[in-house]
C-alpha cells in the first residue's frame, strides 16, 4: 500500500489539506499538543503563535461623567460583548447603591460609552458574560439574577448546594506559555 503524507514538498504523492481543515483540526488539540507541533511546518508555526507581540496594549478612557475622586473603587469587566465598568463607593455613604454601569459599545472611543440603568440598587454587580435576546445573567450582591434589560425585570435564581455566589468566572485555555 502506497503512503501519502499529509504536508509536503514537491513529491506529486503529497496530499495537501486546506488551510481551513488544518486550523480546525488544530483547534481541538490540547495545548500541549500544539507546542509540540508549531516545528511541523512555517504555515503551522505562524497559526500556532505564542508571541504576544501582536496584542497592542493602550490607555483607554473611562466616561467623562465619572467622577474619580468621589469613587472609591471600580471594576473593569465585559457586559455582552462590550466594555464595561462598575462603580463602587462613594465616600460619604457607608453602603453605597447604585442602579447604573458603563458600557464602551465602540472599542477604544471615549465617547462610546453608555450609562445603562438597572433597577435593582446594588453595592456590588458583575455581569457574568453569558446572556441571551432577552436576559442577562448577572451577580447582585452574591445572588445569581436573570435580568431583563427590555422592561427591567429580574428573577432570582438559586442553585442547589451553592449559598452565596461571590462571582462567575470565564475559563479560556490560552497558547501563551506561563513559564
Given at each position: 500500500?502506497?503512503?501519502?503524507?499529509?504536508?509536503?514538498?514537491?513529491?506529486?504523492?503529497?496530499?495537501?489539506?486546506?488551510?481551513?481543515?488544518?486550523?480546525e483540526?488544530?483547534?481541538?488539540?490540547?495545548?500541549?499538543?500544539?507546542?509540540?507541533?508549531?516545528?511541523?511546518?512555517?504555515?503551522?508555526?505562524?497559526?500556532?503563535?505564542?508571541?504576544p507581540?501582536?496584542?497592542?496594549?493602550?490607555?483607554?478612557?473611562?466616561?467623562?461623567?465619572?467622577?474619580?475622586?468621589?469613587?472609591?473603587?471600580?471594576?473593569?469587566?465585559?457586559?455582552?460583548?462590550?466594555?464595561?465598568?462598575?462603580?463602587?463607593?462613594?465616600?460619604?455613604n457607608?453602603?453605597?447603591?447604585?442602579?447604573?454601569?458603563?458600557?464602551m459599545?465602540?472599542?477604544?472611543?471615549?465617547?462610546?460609552?453608555?450609562?445603562?440603568?438597572?433597577?435593582?440598587?446594588?453595592?456590588?454587580?458583575?455581569?457574568?458574560?453569558?446572556?441571551?435576546?432577552?436576559?442577562?445573567?448577572?451577580?447582585?450582591?452574591e445572588?445569581?439574577v436573570?435580568?431583563?434589560?427590555?422592561?427591567?425585570?429580574?428573577?432570582?435564581?438559586?442553585?442547589?448546594?451553592?449559598g452565596?455566589?461571590?462571582?462567575?468566572?470565564?475559563?479560556?485555555?490560552?497558547?501563551?506559555?506561563?513559564?
Amino acid at each position: 500500500m502506497e503512503e501519502r503524507r499529509l504536508t509536503g514538498n514537491s513529491n506529486s504523492n503529497n496530499v495537501q489539506l486546506p488551510s481551513t481543515m488544518i486550523e480546525e483540526i488544530l483547534s481541538r488539540l490540547p495545548v500541549k499538543s500544539l507546542c509540540r507541533f508549531k516545528c511541523v511546518s512555517k504555515p503551522w508555526s505562524s497559526l500556532i503563535s505564542d508571541d504576544p507581540s501582536f496584542e497592542e496594549v493602550r490607555e483607554i478612557p473611562l466616561p467623562r461623567e465619572i467622577n474619580s475622586s468621589q469613587t472609591r473603587r471600580s471594576k473593569l469587566g465585559v457586559f455582552r460583548e462590550w466594555l464595561c465598568v462598575t462603580l463602587e463607593g462613594d465616600y460619604g455613604n457607608a453602603t453605597p447603591t447604585y442602579n447604573e454601569f458603563w458600557v464602551m459599545k465602540e472599542y477604544g472611543v471615549g465617547e462610546s460609552w453608555t450609562k445603562m440603568r438597572v433597577s435593582i440598587p446594588y453595592c456590588n454587580l458583575s455581569h457574568s458574560g453569558f446572556w441571551t435576546k432577552s436576559h442577562d445573567l448577572m451577580v447582585f450582591e452574591e445572588e445569581l439574577v436573570m435580568y431583563n434589560f427590555n422592561n427591567h425585570s429580574f428573577q432570582n435564581l438559586y442553585v442547589r448546594e451553592i449559598g452565596k455566589v461571590g462571582s462567575v468566572l470565564t475559563y479560556l485555555e490560552s497558547l501563551v506559555s506561563l513559564k
